[in-house]
């Protein structure tokens, strides 16, 4: 099988993240044109306006859960409803997307550690669909159910499918230092920790410093860059930051 590309497109940038369940549909539209006639690859998406607010909520993030039944429907029925419109976005640019639903997927151990098993999405891709998958809520022994974010996926699905690169388009050109430019490249967490923030909306899921953590611990070469940049990093994998 040909390796494959891992693609976040960020909550923030497919939706507007302080208007409650919003959609960006003029960026998510560019989006999948830019996708267009592109193989091999996976497609993860963030919460932004949809699931984090419910997530808040309820009290559920990463590490605290919930045994709530209501509140694990209310949380995943949100993030179903925006993946309906990235399938939808992508669909009507003929790029063959289908659902990849991680409540029913992934699951984490006591420690917290993510099961996450490949065979289906496998397949999925060998037989020629772009698998879209996104943050969620999913099961956690003795936790009841917790919050799995874009980013954590999108790690594990790099190292499980072997990727040969990963993306995340977010709203920003790539991370940015003290004065707003563009960091080219991080080698390493301590090089750039005084420049890491937050979301600036609710977020349960940790912002840019998570996310600058998450791909320095992986072993495939990932870029941070914005959504003009998408065509560029598609074409050569140079856009934005690159952190390897
Ligand atoms: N040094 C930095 N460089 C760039 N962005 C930063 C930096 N520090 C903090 N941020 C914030 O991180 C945000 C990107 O993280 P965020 O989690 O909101 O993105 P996302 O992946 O697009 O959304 P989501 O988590 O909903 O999928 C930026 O919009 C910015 O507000
Ligand atoms: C809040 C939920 C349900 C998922 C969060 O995913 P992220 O937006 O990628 O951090």
């Known amino acids: 099988m040909p390796r494959v590309i891992v693609l976040k497109l960020g909550g ?7 208007r409650e369940e919003t959609v960006d549909e003029e960026r998510l539209a560019s989006l999948a044109e830019t996708l267009a006639g592109h193989e091999d690859f996976v497609v993860v998406h963030g919460a ?14 990463r590490t605290e859960g919930t045994h709530d039944a209501a509140a694990v429907r209310e949380i995943h029925a949100s993030m179903e409803r925006l993946n309906g419109h990235v399938l939808g976005a992508l669909g009507a640019e003929d790029v063959p997307a289908v659902p990849v639903d991680p ?15 490949l065979d289906g999405i496998e397949t999925t891709l060998a037989e020629g669909f772009v698998p879209v998958t996104y943050g969620d809520v999913i099961t956690q022994r003795e936790k009841g ?3 799995i974010s874009g980013d954590e996926l999108v790690v594990a699905l ?12 977010s709203t920003v050109p ?18 750039v920790e005084a420049y890491l923030g937050g979301s600036e909306s609710t977020d ?6 998570a996310k600058v953590r998450a791909l320095l611990n992986l072993d495939v070469p990932a870029s941070v860059f914005g959504p003009d940049a998408l ?14």
């Open 231 to 244: 065509e560029a990093f598609l074409a050569d994998g140079s856009a934005g930051t690159r952190i390897d």
């Open 103 to 117: 409540f029913s997927l992934a699951y984490r151990s006591r420690d917290g550690t993510l099961g996450l098993p």
């Open 48 to 61: 932004g306006s949809f699931g984090h607010r419910y997530a808040a909520k309820h009290g559920v993030s």
């Open 158 to 169: 790099a190292e499980g499918l072997d990727a040969d690169g990963v993306g995340l388009c």
């Open 12 to 18: 923030s940038v497919i939706t507007e993240k302080d």
């Open 204 to 209: 349960v899921t940790g912002g840019m410093a």
């Open 145 to 147: 159910a917790t919050i």
């Open 174 to 191: 790539g991370v940015l230092d003290d004065t707003g430019a563009v960091i080219p490249r991080i080698g390493s967490y301590d090089e």
